[in-house]
Structures are given as C-alpha cells and as structure tokens.
C-alpha cells in the first residue's frame, strides 16, 4: 500500500505537472467516491483508488497495459513523421505518463499493438531471446500455394541476415495465410513473401503470444486495458496448434 498526496497522485497518472495538477484540483475537477477533493494536500491511499477527473472515471495503476486494434495509416511512434501517431487514439494521460508502443507495426499494417509505460515489461516482451511469438493474417496478390508455405517455413535469406524461418505457417484462403513469427526484424513479413516469390498486399497482427486479438472485442482504433488474466496469456505459448 503507498500514499500520496492528490496533487502527487494526479501526476503519477498523466494529469500533468503538480501544478497543473493543482489547478484541476482546486478548481473542482477532481471526486472521490463522488465527492470533490478541493485540497491537493489531502494524502490519498492509491491502492483500489478509483476518482473522476472532468468527469471521467479512472482507477490508480502504478502502471499501465494496454492493447490497440491499430487501423491503418497510423505511425507506432512518439514523434510521428508522415501520419498521426498511434498515441493520438488513446486519452492524453497516457501520453503525459510515458506510454509508448511495445515493439512497431507499419503504417499500413493493422491489428494488435501492446503499449505501456513499464519499461521492464516492454523489454520482456520484445528482447530477441525471449522468442515471443507473434502470429499474423497475410494477403497475397498470388494465390497461396504449398510451395510457399513450406519456403516460408523452412526459410528465406533475406539480404545479408541469417535466413528467418516462420514457426508455423497455414493457409486459411486462397489469397490469405497466417504465419507465426519468432523474431521481429524489420517489415519482416513483406520481406519473407517477396524472398518466397510472393508478394503481401494487407497485413493484420491477431496475436501475441497466446493472446488473440479477436479475444478483446476491440473495434479498429480501439484499445482496453490488459490486467492479470489476459497478460498472463501474453507470455504462454503462443504458437497455435494449426493441426487442430
């Protein structure tokens, strides 16, 4: 258990600077249990904390885990360059508390994006000796053959890098696959199709680890919370059983 003053406390959670923060206080835009907290000096007990800012209902997280169905034409950057950043779909406190993507997906590719602001999580997740899985639905402008499945799996020299190899592979449409990687080099999916004679035109992470995308219920551009039950799932195995 820990506590903090309000104005502390606000600043923890992306509400700005302990002066901003103070602001928002005294000026009537902070209730706990439905009641305004004028004084930023009050000490507050975070743990199970649930309050109101302008009206919206948060609960204290020391940090925080989210998943994004990200749409296309959206930058997994802080500091976007040439479309909006993927941080603009999400509340400005999140972006104020340090959020960032675990790990990139393209502009143009779509599905499941990871964020937070741990810093020991995000490492877990995209260190290269972890190998967590990531599984993806692919569709070709070629029709899938099984020839291309097994290049896939057996792997692809791509310039001068040892030769990636997909985990598994499966075809699920006469122009789509789902393909489950263990590394995450870059535009590494694109590139293993152009290497195995194919060519992706749509992209779409549904899976990391044994976390499926579908699972969430996101809408595109929607995001939710991760807590104990689906974080767990993140770092089981996440291969699927494509036999099945």
């Known amino acids: 258990m820990s506590r903090l003053t309000l104005d502390r406390m606000l600043?923890?959670?992306g509400f700005g600077s302990r002066k901003a923060c103070r602001g928002l206080i005294e000026a009537g835009a902070?209730?706990?249990d439905g009641e305004i907290i004028a004084d930023w000096r009050i000490e507050i007990e975070t743990d199970g904390l649930e309050f109101e800012v302008?009206?919206?209902?948060?609960?204290?997280?020391?940090h925080v885990y989210l998943a994004l169905d990200k749409p296309a034409g959206v930058e997994c950057s802080r500091r976007p360059s040439h479309h909006p950043g993927v941080l603009s779909l999400l509340p400005a406190p999140f972006t104020l508390r340090g959020v960032q993507p675990v790990g990139r997906l393209d502009h143009d590719t779509t599905g499941l994006l990871l964020l937070s602001d741990d810093g020991a999580f995000i490492h877990a997740l995209t260190h290269p000796k972890r190998h967590v899985s990531k599984t993806y639905r692919v569709t070709t402008a070629e029709p899938i053959t099984q020839a291309l499945?097994?290049?896939l799996c057996s792997g692809v020299q791509l310039?001068?890098?040892p030769a990636p190899l997909a985990a598994q592979a499966r075809q699920t449409g006469e122009h789509e696959l789902e393909?489950?990687?263990e590394q995450g080099k870059y535009h590494q999916v694109k590139r293993m199709l152009a290497a195995a004679g194919s060519h992706c035109v749509a992209l779409r992470r549904i899976a990391i680890g044994g976390l499926a995308l579908e699972s969430l219920g996101l809408a595109e551009g929607g995001w939710c919370f991760l807590d104990d039950e689906p974080l767990e799932r993140l770092t089981s195995h996440g291969r699927k059983n494509f036999a099945d």
């Open 159 to 161: 310039a001068d890098e």
């Open 11 to 13: 600043q923890s959670q």
């Open 149 to 151: 499945i097994e290049r």
């Open 54 to 62: 302008d009206g919206r209902r948060w609960a204290y997280r020391e």
């Open 179 to 181: 393909i489950v990687l």
């Open 30 to 32: 902070v209730k706990i």
